[in-house]
Every structure is written in structure tokens, then in C-alpha cells.
């Protein structure tokens, strides 16, 4: 059975709790044992974000509806900059 979501966990030092992002499995590019990767839609803008199995790390990249690369600035809802964690499949309940 496919997980209907994606659960993210986002850790940011200094901050005293995990911020979790539950993620539509439609936006999900690739999910295996080496990495996922997913994308969202913030208006005007699409947010890429890549994590790795076995690092402490993960990448955001923003682009413009054409795919050309955007600097953007916080947005509410949107994930910010972290330490990744761990990355797990869920069924909607």
C-alpha cells in the first residue's frame, strides 16, 4: 500500500520543538532508501527539497513556474533552513 503522505521532520537549533510538515504524496519526486526529494507551490514560487539518507542535512531549492532559480525570503508555512531528520511515509487517517 502507497503512504498517502509524506511526514517531514525539520529540526532548528534553538528552537525547543521539531516542526513537521505533512506533505500531499503527489508532490513526492522520489522516495527511497538513499534520498526523497519533494516539491510544494508557494504562490508564485515552487520549493524543492531534498533530503539524504545517513546526513544531517537537506537542500531547498526555489524557482520560479518555469523552473528558473528564485532567492526568496520566509514565508509562513514554507520550510526554512535546519537540520533534516528523519522522513517517514503515513496513510491519511
Known sequence: MQAH???????????????????????VLRADEE????????????????AFAG????????TDLSGNLVETGPRAGAPG????SAITMGTAR
Not at 6 to 26: I, N, Q, W
Open 35 to 50: 534520498a526523497v526529494v519533494h516539491e510544494v507551490r508557494h504562490g508564485d514560487v515552487v520549493l524543492r527539497h531534498y
Open 81 to 84: 533552513r535546519g537540520v533534516a
Open 55 to 62: 546526513h544531517w542535512l537537506h537542500i531547498n531549492v526555489t
Open 5 to 27: 503522505h509524506l511526514h517531514d521532520f525539520d529540526f532548528h537549533p534553538g528552537e525547543s520543538e521539531v516542526r513537521l510538515f505533512t506533505l500531499p504524496r503527489a508532490g
